[in-house]
């Protein structure tokens, strides 16, 4: 297939250097023209000539390095922010994603800022694994020399707030670092806050760093052309809803919806593993519900519109966090809720079962519109790994969504906000606002030869059919294992005949399926993986790339355990060496996670 047209005449470059421009773009696949694209947009925007070899080493009066762990973008974004920051006070900067970063590079440092996330537990995004578990069990050494600042980033409602970037902070100041500006911790509105901090930040390291020519490296460059599109998460394209279909039987105790989006006009493009944010209205029965309980008639006047609008559009109501407890405590001085308040372990566990209408039914408090207002968290848009490949459906996008719906003690049931809006509220050719999140640390190999393997059971199946879509159109010929599981085979086989005609064609050399619940005791996809150990081992040592998407909490654990245990078996050997063999494929971009 003709993956390059010739460029055309157009172009303000000689015969020559169109020709041999001609000559390199005809070898590269679709991938490597898309890196390519970003690289030399990050080029030209960063005014830096192309280099050969590594990051700059620090300059004589040292350099600022800013590392960032990130899954959804919040974190890259300001850490580009920062970076742009300390280039306009003419310090050496190199901005780089700790995927993409050496460890032991650390030692060579002089100055830097972490600018990272938290997930699953208080666990670090999967492009900071390799470097937390290298500071962790203290294998890059002592640190003395180097200063460094650490801004979290995370959300309040889940119990270990901004985890990671408390453990980054703690770690680099055991390794025998030097904190030069205090670690902030900040919750989903966090943007004023990192600017703040940012500017005292770097302040701090540019007295102590002599001033130079920036030097926005490579990476910074490619860093900064990821997501170049006009459209993103603050200015998202007005797409069309085109199909909304449930791919789970009638009998299924799940409600899981393929979904279909034009982007037609919107020019913008994404690769397999990318996400798309899409961007929601709160369900008006459940904004009614809670005027109701708070007294408000929704025509009162706030920062963001007639109040009904404003919790429609621009507020949290799905997703409930501590600061609504412990603050209507305050305003409301209800006694019960005020001791309910003050136990933490309460509080989480209301966080994590509850929604704001439900907290307003058990303590119901009159409050005015203002009052109202504060207690609730801006609107944020949710993320779906995306389900097709351009190649193959062009301007549309897929998703796979799992509906959330929780039944409650009186029949009714609580949904979620997106996954509702998507599957109940939204028509067919309505408007929805969406977003691509690019991910480039769940990416199919570069090599179309080399082999994959795939576990994604659940939702998590949505990526690996844009892998299998593009594997198909760019003719790829890598081998293809797929490990899918769900409750039950007659119900939940998602996308059960697209897989049929692949293992048909060819395309799909293995499919090993996990139904859970068609037998009398549960059977996992990380069961598969354990009976076909040793087969798996051998694709492994083959070159094969490891992909995990879908549940963190449990599956994606379970998964690195089995996937351990295979390795340890089947390679023979120790536990730790295991672990070393799997932060090796990491480290190589051979073990990627999507999980959420
Ligand atoms: C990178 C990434 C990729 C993803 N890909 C996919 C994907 O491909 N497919 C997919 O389906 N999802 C995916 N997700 C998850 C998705 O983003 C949303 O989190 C999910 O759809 C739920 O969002 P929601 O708005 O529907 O629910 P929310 O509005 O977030 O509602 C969930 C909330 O309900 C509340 N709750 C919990 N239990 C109860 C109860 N018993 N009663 C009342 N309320 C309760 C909790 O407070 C919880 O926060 C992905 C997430 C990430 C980060
Ligand atoms: N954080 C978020 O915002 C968010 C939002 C929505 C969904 N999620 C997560 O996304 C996941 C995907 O949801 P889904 O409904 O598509 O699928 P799912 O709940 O992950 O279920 C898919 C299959 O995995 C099985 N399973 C359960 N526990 C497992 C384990 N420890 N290891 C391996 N397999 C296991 C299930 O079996 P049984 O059910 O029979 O046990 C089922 O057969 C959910 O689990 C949820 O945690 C997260
Ligand atoms: C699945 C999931 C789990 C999360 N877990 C935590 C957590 O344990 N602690 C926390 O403070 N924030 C948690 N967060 C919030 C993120 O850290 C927060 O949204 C952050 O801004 C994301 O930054 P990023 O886009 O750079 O990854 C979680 C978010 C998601 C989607």
Known sequence: MQLTAPLPNLSPLSDEQQRQLNQVLSTLNTQQLAWVSGYLYGLSQSGSQPVTGTAASPAAGGSLTILYGSQTGNAKGAAAAIQ???????????????????????????????????????????????????????????????????????????????????????????????????????????????KAWSEQAVKAIATTLSAGTATASVAGAVQSAVGHSQYHKENPFPARLSVNQKITGRDSTKDIRHIEINLEESGIQYQPGDALGI????????????????????????????LREALTRHFELTRLHGGFI?????????????????????????????????????????????????????????????????????????????VVRHPQADGTLRSGGASSYLADRLPEEAEVRVFVEHNDNFRLPTSPDTPVIMVGPGTGIAPFRAFLQERETTGAEGKNWLFFGNPHFTQDFLYQVEWQRYVKSGLLSKISLAFSRDQGHKIYVQDRLREAGLELYQWLEAGAHFYVCGDANHMAKDVQQALLEVIAEHGHKSHEEAEEYLSELRRAKRYQRDVY
């Open 279 to 306: 961007w929601f209205d709160n369900d008006a029965s459940l904004v009614g519900e809670v005027l109701a309980l708070t007294e408000l008639r929704g025509d009162e006047v706030t920062s963001k519109g007639p």
């Open 84 to 194: 742009k920051q300390a280039e306009a006070q003419g310090l050496p900067v190199t901005l780089v994603s700790m995927a993409d970063y050496k460890p032991k590079q650390l030692k060579k440092e002089s100055h830097l800022l972490v600018v990272v996330s938290t997930y699953g537990e208080g666990e670090p995004p999967e492009s900071a694994v390799d470097l937390f578990e290298q500071l962790k069990k203290g294998k890059i050494g002592k640190l003395e020399g180097l200063k460094f600042a650490v801004l979290g980033l995370g959300d309040s409602s889940y119990e270990f707030f901004c985890q990671t970037g408390k453990d980054f902070d703690g770690f680099l100041a055991k390794a025998g670092a030097e904190r030069i500006y205090e670690l902030a911790s900040l919750d989903v509105d966090y943007q004023a806050a990192a």
């Open 326 to 402: 412990t603050g209507l405590a305050d305003i409301s001085g209800n006694a019960a809720l005020k001791d309910l308040a003050g136990d933490k372990a309460q509080v989480n566990a209301l966080v994590a079962a509850a929604q704001v209408v439900d907290v307003l039914k058990r303590f119901p408090a009159k409050l005015s519109a203002e009052q109202l207002v504060s207690l609730l968290r801006p609107l944020t848009p949710r993320l779906y790994s995306i389900a097709s490949a351009q190649s193959e459906v062009e301007e549309e996008v897929h998703l796979t969504v799992g």
